[in-house]
């Protein structure tokens, strides 16, 4: 069994390595778009596992969510488990390819979710919020070139979609030859036919951040339109 950043354990053991890389802020979220809630998972022992806060956040958006108060890896699902104060299982989420986790079982289109928390974002993004009118600027506003994310499918790519480049971009973006998009976990990617990309991630609805693991200067991106 394998859990985050590749640190390996067997059933009834986890190093806690594998605690500490996995304690933080979490999004939970309905899989087909909704608000959901923030969680902090702690590295704290408590009744049933190890701490958790900021579930009473989540009375609203996930119900399922709203008494938990404890959280500790289920080795058998290669998951992690969520309980109640007296211990009584609510959610269970299992570790994707991706390093984020589904409930399971669920209804497809149903399950929530479990990112990592970005920013002030409450929901996972979907196409539909995306699409429009864009601008990459410098922090501090210079703006470098405006690019629309087009409801267009990308030919042959599922999940992808179209985007263009305004004429007056600049010259470093354009050599980029960026056409597609597509939603990757909480991140948006921008990626040309020859392999180049710009991944970005969200600090609230409508305003991204060029990802930290990408080289170069900062680089925001805000939806205008």
């Known amino acids: 069994m394998v859990l985050c950043a590749g640190a390996t354990v067997s059933a009834g053991a986890v190093d806690e390595a594998v605690y500490r890389a996995t304690a933080g802020r979490w999004l939970i979220a309905p899989e087909g778009g909704g608000k959901g809630c923030?969680?902090?998972?702690?590295?704290?022992?408590?009744?049933?596992?190890?701490?958790?806060?900021?579930?009473?956040?989540?009375?609203?958006?996930?119900?399922?969510?709203?008494?938990?108060?404890?959280?500790?890896?289920?080795?058998?699902?290669?998951?992690?488990?969520?309980?109640?104060?007296?211990?009584?299982?609510?959610?269970?989420?299992?570790?994707?390819?991706?390093?984020?986790?589904?409930?399971?079982?669920?209804?497809?289109?149903?399950?929530?979710?479990?990112?990592p928390a970005r920013g002030s974002m409450d929901r996972v993004p979907s196409p539909g919020d995306l699409f429009g009118e864009w601008q990459m600027r410098r922090p501090g506003g210079t703006v470098l070139c405006t690019v629309s994310l087009l409801e267009r499918t990308a030919p042959g790519d599922q999940g992808s979609y179209t985007l263009t480049l305004a004429r007056e971009c600049d010259a470093g973006l354009v050599r980029l030859k960026l056409s597609t998009w597509r939603i990757e976990g909480m991140d948006l990617m921008f990626y040309s036919f020859e392999g180049d990309s710009l991944a970005f991630t969200p600090r609230a609805p409508g305003a991204y951040a060029k990802s930290e693991k990408e080289s170069g200067k900062p680089l925001d991106l805000i939806k205008t339109k």
């Open 38 to 115: 923030v969680i902090t998972l702690s590295t704290e022992t408590t009744i049933g596992g190890r701490r958790l806060d900021g579930a009473a956040g989540c009375k609203g958006a996930v119900p399922a969510m709203a008494e938990a108060a404890s959280w500790d890896f289920d080795n058998e699902k290669s998951g992690i488990v969520f309980r109640d104060a007296l211990r009584k299982r609510l959610l269970e989420v299992v570790e994707q390819e991706t390093a984020t986790y589904r409930q399971e079982p669920a209804d497809p289109g149903k399950a929530l979710v479990m990112f």
